[in-house]
């Protein structure tokens, strides 16, 4: 059983940015290829980021991509979701992800605002 609980999120000017933090428990980290989704208001929930068991692999949506960046410490049982040059339409629920065969684990969600 993994717990993921994410923090970080609020209220952020465009072109502001803010930085994720998805901390996990309740087994090892390292074991579970891990990601970011969102979802907005009216929309579907999307994939924004994933990032393999390893860090050694990492995959972006075209729409974050060069302005969002995933990271994981797996010493510290912690992903990272670092948001740059955000914009209007990033606002979102965002939601961590962690997957290892044949199990899928979602933490409750951050709510991130790009507003002026």
């Known amino acids: 059983q993994l717990q993921l609980v994410e923090s970080g999120g609020g209220l952020v000017q465009p072109g502001g940015s803010l930085r994720l933090s998805c901390a996990t428990s309740?087994?090892?980290?390292?074991?579970?290829?891990t990601g970011w989704f969102r979802q907005a208001p009216g929309k579907e929930r999307e994939a924004v980021a994933c990032i393999s068991s390893s860090g050694r692999s990492t995959n972006y949506a075209d729409s974050v991509k060069g302005r969002f960046t995933i990271s994981r410490d797996n010493a510290k049982n912690t992903v990272y979701l670092q948001m740059n040059s955000l914009r209007p339409e990033d606002t979102a629920v965002y939601y961590c992800?962690?997957?290892?065969?044949?199990?899928?684990?979602w933490g409750q969600g951050t709510q991130v605002t790009v507003s002026s």
């Open positions: 992800h962690a997957s290892a065969v044949p199990y899928a684990y």
């Open positions: 309740g087994s090892t980290l390292e074991d579970y290829a």
